[in-house]
């Protein structure tokens, strides 16, 4: 149970993770299916990878959906996507269930949802969730994000990393201008102005420098908007939700990527861009980030958004440093493989019924 797909306009790293497992688990026999939102032009069913994709009401209503499926298909087992909101499938549901959470969103409800129904969203995430899956096995991506469920109350969280496929052929040079990416969903918590404000400043001493924004999502017009109020609209580009061969096209031509992420579960295009051998700069706070980019190796980790745009400005300038960090990247890029994801996953589902009801060292996260 997801909420959306990689087709669906506003898919991402979260959900490349859910569809690479249930590819990987279907090559281990597992029968699977993907029941996730529609979105206009969607069919109402579609078959990739041997997996079944069910694209069932909207954004809001899918949690709905998924639980009438549950309900009435009635699976041997439930993965139960919390990105914010369970879809309360352990209420049709005793044994079984186990829930994925990317990372918890206390800080983004506030942006993305002002007022009480962010409050009403923070309170089913951190209140509601946590006793409702009690005996459930949970499952996270990074150190970071078990911790932060620890701190909700959830005992036992196991942590299964995102993998990282090998890049693929060098398809472009590197740009011959300095060039920074930013990749992934437009959305408030996205903070791609951050990387914005980071070309600006740049751009003071470096006239030619440019931003790449790879991705859409529903608060692009605002994004825009801002560009043109900085008179930035020579120096972004947009390239939209773009097919993977032009997204690998796209980290060819960087020289850094941007990840000003208010907050990520581990940061899936951080391992994309060092299969390129592109370092990272993304926020300490972030949480993920500070596993999947090692911090002054394959990239920099800021504290504020000073740092930020002044941490960019300053691995544009210096190629040095900045091709000490890429070969950096490049070394680690190989560390997380999917393959070692699919087979933690297959340990988890053969044993989560057994494993519900245990103590709390049933499932301890490394």
């Known amino acids: 149970m997801n909420w959306r797909d990689t087709t669906n306009p506003e898919g991402g790293g979260s959900e490349r993770y859910v569809e690479e497992v249930a590819r990987g688990l279907a090559v281990l026999g597992w029968s699977v299916t993907v029941l996730c939102a529609a979105y206009p032009g969607s069919p109402r069913e579609a078959r990739r990878d041997n997996v079944r994709y069910l694209y069932r009401g909207t954004k809001v209503t899918v949690y709905l959906r998924g639980l009438l499926h549950t309900l009435l298909s009635r699976p041997d087992r439930v993965v139960d996507v919390q990105n914010g909101l369970p879809f309360f499938t352990r209420f049709v549901r005793r044994t079984g269930v186990v829930v994925l959470v990317h990372h918890v969103h206390q800080e983004q409800w506030p942006v993305v949802y002002p007022g009480w129904r962010g409050r009403l969203g923070w309170w089913l995430e951190s209140r509601v969730a946590p006793r409702l899956y009690r005996d459930c096995s949970y499952v996270t991506v ?6 932060e469920l620890h701190g909700l109350g959830v005992r036992a969280v196991e942590v299964i990393h995102n993998g990282t496929d090998p890049a693929p052929p060098r398809q472009r040079q590197r740009a011959a201008v300095p060039t920074v990416v ?9 903070q791609v102005e951050h990387a914005v404000d980071a070309i600006a400043e740049a751009r003071l001493t470096l006239p030619s420098a440019q931003l790449v924004v790879v991705g859409s999502g529903w608060w692009e017009e605002s ?6 109020e900085r008179g930035l609209e020579d120096a972004v580009e947009f390239r939209g939700h773009v097919s993977e061969a032009d ?16 907050k990520e579960g581990w940061g899936l295009v951080v391992g994309e861009a060092a299969g390129h051998g592109v370092p990272a700069v993304a926020y300490r706070s972030a949480g993920g980030p500070t596993e999947s980019v090692h911090d002054g190796h394959s990239g920099v980790l800021v504290d504020t958004a000073e740092e930020f745009t002044a941490t960019i400005t300053a691995l544009l300038q210096d190629q040095t440093a900045r091709n000490a960090l890429s070969a950096g990247a490049t070394a680690t890029a190989g560390q997380f493989t999917w393959t070692a994801t699919v087979a933690a996953w297959d340990r988890v589902l053969t044993g989560s019924a057994a494993h519900e009801g245990r103590p709390a060292t049933a499932l301890t996260g490394p």
């Open 142 to 147: 990074s150190s970071a994000s078990r911790d």
């Open 223 to 228: 994004l825009r908007s801002y560009v043109v």
């Open 247 to 262: 997204k690998h096209a796209a980290y060819d031509e960087a020289w850094v990527l941007a990840l000003p992420s208010l």
């Open 182 to 190: 930013c990749v992934g969903r437009i959305v408030p918590h996205k």
